[in-house]
């Protein structure tokens, strides 16, 4: 069998590598929350009890997603992906929800916000403290067909990431195909850079 050889390889630097790095990243972020969002829907409900499973599912779908839209470089590229007229709501949702319920909340926090309730005998009933029980805050998740919408505006978001990512990956050979190709193996030779500051997407 027959040795793979090492390939010369040239760091490409600049605005079209920084966007290819941003499009890759951000699709990465958006399969991981679909996935996540098609597990819950799958996922068969849990009755009585609240489902720890099922919340870490949720929490890690929705920080993914919302990662992609925080301030920073990546939200720039993000921002250039329009959201569907008809998923706006949800996506406004879902950063909401990360911002307010699971941005800032931790086990000393969940605490903090806790109430305990000192339960009476029914009225009608003789007059008696029937017992006491602590309600901690709970996580607002939808229903079955909401995560079902919510899965579907990440695929949106991932195609559209994914073919952003291909295409500035097909910008990069392109523009390192129009250099002649001693001075190509020149520069990996001596570690030098490629830099291509074309904007992306155009």
């Not at 291909?166 to 195909?177: H, L, P, S, T």
Request: a negative charge.
């Amino acid at each position: 069998m027959d040795e793979m050889k090492p390939m010369p390889k040239v760091l490409v630097v600049g605005r079209l590598a920084e966007a290819y790095i941003a499009y890759v990243s951000l699709a990465s972020d958006m399969t991981m929350a679909g996935v996540l969002l098609g597990e819950l829907v799958a996922r068969p409900p849990v009755e009585g009890e609240s489902d720890p499973v099922a919340g870490a599912l949720w929490s890690a779908a929705v920080v993914g997603y919302a990662r992609c839209f925080r301030t920073g470089r990546r939200k720039a590229y993000a921002d250039k992906v329009p959201v569907p007229d008809e998923m706006r709501e949800r996506h406004r949702w879902l950063l909401d929800h990360r911002n307010e319920h699971i941005a800032h909340l931790s086990r000393e926090n969940e605490a903090e916000q806790a109430k305990v309730l000192l339960f009476l005998q029914p009225v009608g009933e003789p007059r008696a403290v029937a017992g006491a029980g602590w309600f901690g805050i709970r996580m607002v998740m939808p229903a079955a067909d909401g995560l079902e919408g919510m899965r579907q505006l990440a695929a949106h978001f991932e195609e559209a990431f994914t073919a952003l990512a291909d295409a500035a990956n097909k910008r990069i050979v392109e523009q390192g195909q129009a250099v002649p190709v001693d001075q190509v193996y020149e520069a990996s030779e001596r570690g030098r850079a490629m830099r291509i500051d074309e904007e992306f997407p155009p």
